[in-house]
């Protein structure tokens, strides 16, 4: 696994996270020497902390938990996205693709769907600083409409001290949480943009409530303080075959990423419209931003909508 990465010294952190070729472990992305951990077999199954994330090679893990769940309206139970069915994995160079297909509670053709999870992970320009960057294709795979409620858990645990961070919703129209180590005031901005709910708070009752029960987010908003996360819930009522696209992710010293920054340096401006206009005009994949397989005038109207509004 290790000649994927780019960096020599990958190599040596991801044998110290007990990741060297034919360990038993989900798998890992690389972006200079930054790395990110996926636990779990198969990813996405583990109830507790399943990911860990080295912003340099300092070794210092600051990721507790990093899933995804979601909730039929039938079967009305909050799940692991990974705890009924196993996903494809694909790791490669700074990017983690998951599919699931035909995943979900009870019989076929009833509250089922497939969903493409795309993970990547960008280095900071200086030292402790990184960007996670996620895309969340969900689409039904029912013979009827459906509303499914999608949540997306982050608990970081800032300088890998659980117990002195402080987190709070800093922009609800960015549905924004911003984690702050009281001790040394690093951050972590965690983002679930178009979310339409929200809560921030203990980890360990966010995992709870997200790993069994029916309960819907609280839109909670902080702040809280002790070992604490945040997490999002959005819901979607697809008809057969319709799909939606979910976007968001989590930082560490970085501005909290935004889908209309488009080459990922944590700014939005004319460099990222220059940038999308000409993958659009060349028809490149890179401009199908609304993850359809083509390239047209939906894609620049969903890109234009966030670049307008600065995010
Ligand atoms: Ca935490
Ligand atoms: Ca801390
Ligand atoms: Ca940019
Ligand atoms: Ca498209």
Redesign the pocket.
């Known amino acids: 696994m290790s000649q994927q990465f780019n960096r020599t010294g990958t190599a040596a952190l991801l044998t110290l996270a007990g990741l060297a070729a034919g360990a038993h472990a989900g798998g890992a992305i690389a972006d200079g020497d930054a790395v990110l951990i996926f636990q779990g077999i198969p990813p996405f199954s583990i109830t507790a902390g399943d990911s860990t994330l080295f912003t340099d090679a300092t070794f210092i893990d600051e990721a ?1 938990k990093y899933s995804w769940h979601y909730r039929t309206a039938g079967n009305n139970t909050n799940r692991l996205f990974s705890g009924l069915d196993t996903p494809t994995e694909h790791y490669f160079k700074n990017t983690a693709t998951f599919v699931w297909t035909n995943a979900g509670p009870g019989p076929e053709g009833q509250e089922r769907f497939d969903a493409t999870l795309v993970v990547r992970l960008f280095d900071g320009p200086s030292p402790h600083m990184v960007r996670v960057e996620h895309t969340l294709e969900f689409r039904s795979h029912s013979n009827t409409t459906q509303t499914f409620q999608v949540f997306n858990l982050v ?3 800032i300088e890998a001290s ?1 117990s002195n ?1 402080s987190v709070l919703i800093a922009d609800a129209g960015r549905v924004l949480a911003r984690q702050r180590d009281t001790g040394t005031n690093a951050i972590s901005e965690i983002v679930g943009t178009g979310a339409a709910r929200y809560e921030v708070g203990s ?1 360990s009752t966010l995992r709870n409530k997200l790993n069994s029960g029916a309960a819907n987010l609280s839109n909670a908003a902080g702040p809280a303080g002790g ?3 945040a997490a999002f819930q959005w819901t979607l009522t697809l008809a057969p075959g319709e799909a939606r696209v979910i976007r968001g992710g989590f930082t560490i010293n970085m501005p909290g990423p935004c889908p209309a920054d488009f080459n990922h340096d944590g700014f939005v401006n004319g460099d990222d419209f220059d940038l999308f206009a000409s993958a659009f005009e060349g028809g490149a994949t890179a401009a199908d931003f609304n993850l359809d397989g083509f390239v047209n005038g939906d894609d620049c109207d969903a890109f234009a909508s966030y670049f307008e509004e600065g995010c």
């Open positions: 507790y608990d970081m645990d659980p961070d980890g070992d604490v996360g």
